[in-house]
């Protein structure tokens, strides 16, 4: 019995372990969000056409986007920069480290801009609402810093 014991707290520190430490190819996850596939169940697609307008140039935007994202816990940039246009994230959440794969581009309308944003997770299925979570709260926060 308490070899078993043994046998799965070891597979699931493994399992915590390989969460943690997978490597992340940027090339793999920094993409278009405006080209990017419907995630399903396991993230949420923001187009443009469904943000609101921004009264802010893009590179503004996004840079107060980033701001916002910098101050979320467990939160670190992967790739990309405001001058590059487009910004991803990975988010992890508390206990297993899953990551949720964040890119945020915004796109200019006008004297504004509006977002597109593209969160998905890395391992699994579905995400229970954590990505619409996130979003919904980085979105509350962003009209925070842009009034």
């Given at each position: 019995?308490?070899?078993i ?6 597979l ?9 430490l ?6 793999a ?46 939160t ?8 590059d ?27 504004g ?8 997770l ?8 954590v ?17």
């Amino acid at each position: 019995m308490k070899t078993i014991l043994a046998l799965v707290v070891l597979l699931l520190a493994a399992a915590m372990a390989y969460v943690r430490l997978a490597p992340t190819d940027p090339d793999a996850w920094h993409v278009d969000p405006l080209k990017a596939p419907d995630p399903g169940e396991g993230g949420v697609l923001l187009r443009p056409d469904d943000s609101k307008l921004y009264p802010l140039p893009p590179a503004s935007l996004l840079a107060a986007v980033d701001q916002v994202a910098r101050e979320e816990p467990r939160t670190t940039r992967l790739a990309g920069s405001v001058e590059d246009g487009r910004i991803t994230y990975v988010a992890r959440s508390l206990v297993w480290g899953f990551p949720d794969y964040i890119t945020v581009a915004a796109v200019p309308e006008g004297e504004g801009a509006r977002l597109a944003v593209y969160s998905r997770l890395r391992f699994g299925r579905g995400d229970m609402g954590v990505n619409r979570k996130r979003l919904d709260r980085w979105l509350h926060r962003l009209d925070a810093v842009v009034e």
